[in-house]
């Protein structure tokens, strides 16, 4: 075996489960932005973790409200996955760059993408600093799936998203 870098293995350990964490912004407007630094943390109670660089639009975000939705985006938002995550929503209305399909979910006034195949609507608990990322623990106040949607994941690190098993 090799020594190699942080990079290098995340590409060795692909696929990784891929979130849309979806914000309001200060404006009311919604920013969504691509996460693949997300785990499950807890089941009694409920509760994920999910991790984003100090600077991220999103962060601040749910910093600022204490909640955010998280969808695991459907095929048809592979491009689009690609663009959120190639722009910061602090300077940039990616919905309008790039607008998609949206869907509300009772109990939320954070909207998702239509093509979702799981969402969590969570509520911040705690948040870790984490050298150049900030943690997000997150107590999940509701859950909602459409197991007829395939979710997409990350590859080769950051590289590509795909399914989880490519056709």
């Known amino acids: ?75 048809s938002l592979k491009d689009t996955v690609m663009a959120y995550g190639s722009a910061t929503g602090s300077k940039t209305d990616k919905l309008k760059e790039t607008p998609i399909a949206l869907k509300t979910i009772a109990g939320s006034d954070i909207q998702i993408p239509e093509d979702s195949r799981v969402a969590f609507v969570v509520s911040l608990a705690q948040t870790v600093e984490a050298g150049d990322h900030y943690l997000y623990l997150c107590n999940i106040e509701k859950m909602v799936a459409d197991d007829t949607k395939e979710a997409l994941f990350t590859w080769d690190g950051y590289a590509k998203v795909a399914p989880a098993q490519e056709k």
Do not use: H, W
């Open 1 to 75: 075996m090799k020594e190699i870098n942080i990079g290098q293995a995340t590409a060795l350990t692909s696929p990784d489960p891929l979130v849309l964490v979806c914000t309001q912004k200060e404006d009311g407007s919604l920013n969504m932005a691509p996460v693949s630094f997300f785990m499950y943390a807890s089941f009694n109670p409920p509760m994920l973790v999910f991790g984003m660089g100090k600077a991220a639009n999103s962060g601040e975000n749910i910093r600022r409200t204490g909640k955010a939705v998280l969808a695991t985006p459907g095929i």
